[in-house]
């Protein structure tokens, strides 16, 4: 599979191999033959991406914003990390795509192989779609004509807000593709049309097409225009299909509609806008969201469920649709709108036209390669590669944001040996395994598992598939670090540990580890070494300023993430269960009530924890707090002393004796020593750096703190 990245960083293009992915529940694979460039949201995507680091933060101040907070909280050179990293992963261009049915995965049966097919996929020669994000092609409607179809969809989930009625008077303020379309299909439904723009080439098109025209570059008033073309009534609706920084379109609207018209943005303009304009004539503004409802809803998209057609007439699939049907009717036509024509291979060329050509519109890409030849799921990422068998060889099983950014690296600094790095979709892992020097990149999970040269496996994925991959691993009889949590049910667990249980009778008993990596800071270890001599139990308080995720992230769907408290407050009962170094005996926990105004409670709970030793401590797990706060802050009382540590940056000691404070210049949460930790027990044959006993039983109290809180 070849597909086109974007470098957020540099601003280069590129077209990169990667594995195919695998088809998947809800999905469809997809051989292309065609697709898009939309020229106005990819232009400015490959603008932004060469432009200097200040002008990228001048075009984001919101963005600049949450740097300066992180700042605050996490200190500066932790931040300048996650930017740096943040802009070094490269962006997948496009969502207009044409092909042929490869595969259908469960669930998609509505499609056949063999379908042509368009969909919001990017430009790649093999894409996987949900069901939901596709729509066939009538047989009237070539390839090329069909690939119009996303964008149209934008413009026409526009049309659909403004309700136009026929015989009304709209105007379309930028006749770019977008605008271009969205004329044809204001025409159609019976209303009259006039078009602004400032590119004559443009309006040319837009007046073939039935529209009349106003320059502005040309010193034509749009007002004046617009008040003339409504014969003096004022316009009915206005839709903004440009891309500007200037007010302008939004407040010529405004003053050229008539009382209680309507304003749809399509585009993006700066919104600074004079109430009075809208106030005197109770004018109606609404921004459109894409191609229709759906877009952004994971249960739609992803999951492939539906909305009912009788409360939800128009999705974005029955968008698609309704394009295609007016394609094949002739009332759309794209033909026109056809400016170039690219092979695949020299997409390059297309986005340096892109960039130079501002009157470019129909850029399109051509796939003619042979499909077989596009389906490889392993891909060689480095020829030659030898290993020491008596050492680690590492296969890793997710290359998402933290095992891009914190695991692979500590892994790599640990020394070891990259084999193969799995993902779903292919293109992360191929990023990925070539900046860190993995040799292979697959979307085969089970042959990574079964490669007989990798002895460890790190699994980086989602929650829901944790205790699954570990159990798999394990009964390969390979060491397996599972970044937290290990399960997120008891019945999860109960399978892990019994595939454990039979692993460690084998000659050779493989390791298990989570990823419990705060243990392993510097700062816990001196706090570890300050209360080891004390005898007597101790008191915890652990603060968590969580911070807010929509209720709609895969976090918070407990079929899939568990929830917040297993997947993420298990960190906590973990380090509380090392400080303490005594078997957890109690557990009491109590959420945030029932509420109006909150989604989402499981996530503001306080844990209380009771230990053998008579220790306890009390676990503030809070969703609802301000980014400005340290986001982690814990607190031992014992012995007439008390130690405080916030944010893995300050470490201060209250009346004890001989230590007063411990600081680092940067945050260090020991994800580097917990890597480190487990490659040389591998290496050098020592016990696993935390015991699989702890590991079981901080997971199961996790589970069942998550249930208590359930069922309040």
Request: charged share 20%.
């Amino acid at each position: 599979m070849k597909q086109i990245l974007q470098d957020m960083s540099k601003g280069g293009t590129a077209i990169v191999e990667a594995p195919t992915p695998q088809v998947t529940s809800n999905n469809i694979i997809v051989n292309t033959t065609t697709s898009l460039i939309s020229a106005g949201t990819e232009r400015m995507l490959v603008d932004f991406g060469k432009a200097s680091l200040f002008d990228k933060a001048r075009q984001q101040p919101e963005k600049v914003k949450m740097v300066l907070d992180k700042v605050k909280t996490d200190g500066l050179m932790t931040t300048v990390d996650a930017v740096k990293s943040k802009l070094a992963e490269p962006l997948p261009l496009g969502y207009c795509n044409v092909g042929v049915v490869n595969s259908v995965g469960k669930g998609a049966e509505k499609f056949r192989v063999g379908d042509r097919v368009v969909s919001n996929g990017p430009h790649s020669d093999v894409v996987r779609v949900g069901k939901n994000l596709a729509a066939i092609i009538p047989d009237n409607v070539s390839d090329e004509e069909a690939s119009f179809t996303v964008v149209a969809s934008i413009g026409l989930q526009g049309i659909r807000l403004a309700k136009p009625s026929m015989g009304e008077s709209f105007v379309v303020t930028g006749v770019g593709l977008i605008g271009l379309l969205t004329v044809q299909m204001l025409k159609a439904n019976g209303c009259r049309v006039l078009a602004i723009d400032f590119d004559e080439s443009k309006l040319e098109l837009a007046k073939k097409f039935g529209a009349e025209v106003c320059n502005p570059g040309k010193g034509e008033d749009p007002v004046a225009a617009g008040v003339t073309f409504s014969r003096g009534s004022g316009i009915d609706g206005v839709i903004i299909t440009a891309s500007t920084k200037s007010n302008d379109p939004v407040i010529q609207a405004a003053r050229m509609c008539r009382k209680r018209g309507r304003i749809i943005l399509v585009g993006v303009t700066g919104l600074e806008l004079n109430r009075s304009d809208f106030y005197e004539k109770e004018l109606t503004f609404q921004v459109s969201c894409s191609y229709g409802p759906g877009r952004y809803d994971p249960s739609y998209e992803s999951d492939g469920n539906d909305y009912p057609l009788a409360f939800v007439r128009w999705t974005e699939q029955r968008n698609f649709e309704a394009i295609l049907d007016m394609m094949a009717t002739g009332l759309l036509n794209v033909k026109p709108l056809i400016t170039h024509h690219f092979k695949f291979e020299n997409a390059s060329e297309a986005y340096d036209l892109l960039t130079a050509d501002k009157s470019a519109l129909g850029i399109l890409l051509q796939y003619r390669s042979e499909p077989q030849t596009r389906h490889e799921h392993s891909i060689c990422l480095k020829e030659n590669q030898a290993y020491q068998s008596n050492e680690p060889v590492v296969g890793f099983i997710g290359a998402g944001n933290y095992a891009s950014r914190m695991l692979i690296p500590a892994f790599k600094k640990a020394g070891a040996q990259f084999h193969n790095i799995a993902t779903s979709g292919g293109i992360n892992g191929v990023i990925n395994g070539e900046k860190a020097g993995f040799a292979e990149a697959t979307t085969d999970t089970n042959a990574l598992i079964q490669d007989p040269q990798v002895n460890t496996v790190a699994v980086v994925t989602r929650h829901n598939s944790h205790a699954y991959f570990v159990k798999e691993v394990l009964k390969a009889g390979k060491n397996v670090f599972v970044e937290k949590p290990l399960a997120i049910s008891h019945e999860e667990l109960n399978e892990v540990q019994k595939a454990y249980e039979e692993a460690i009778q084998l000659d050779n008993p493989p390791i298990l580890m989570v990823g419990f990596n705060r243990r392993f800071s510097p700062q816990i270890q001196k706090m570890k070494a300050l209360l080891t001599p004390i005898k007597e139990p101790k008191s915890f308080v652990m603060t968590m300023n969580a911070g807010s995720i929509p209720a709609a992230h895969w976090t918070q769907d407990n079929q899939i993430g568990g929830g917040r408290i297993i997947g993420e407050a298990c960190h906590f009962i973990d380090l509380m269960r090392f400080l303490a170094d005594s078997e957890i005996v109690s557990v009491q926990a109590r959420r945030m009530g029932d509420n109006n105004a909150v989604t989402i409670t499981e996530d503001k709970a306080a844990i209380i924890l009771g230990f053998a030793d008579g220790s306890f401590g009390t676990i503030h797990y809070l969703a609802n707090g301000a980014a400005s706060f340290p986001k982690e802050r814990i607190e031992v009382f014992a012995a007439g002393g008390t130690l405080q540590l916030d944010n893995f940056i300050k470490l201060k000691g209250f009346g004890w004796k001989g230590f007063k404070k411990m600081n680092l210049w940067r945050q260090d949460k020991g994800q580097t020593a917990c890597s480190a930790a487990f490659i040389q027990s591998i290496r050098n044959g020592l016990e696993a750096p935390i015991p699989a006993n702890e590991l079981f039983e901080v997971a199961k109290v996790t589970i069942s703190i998550a249930e208590q809180l359930r069922q309040q």
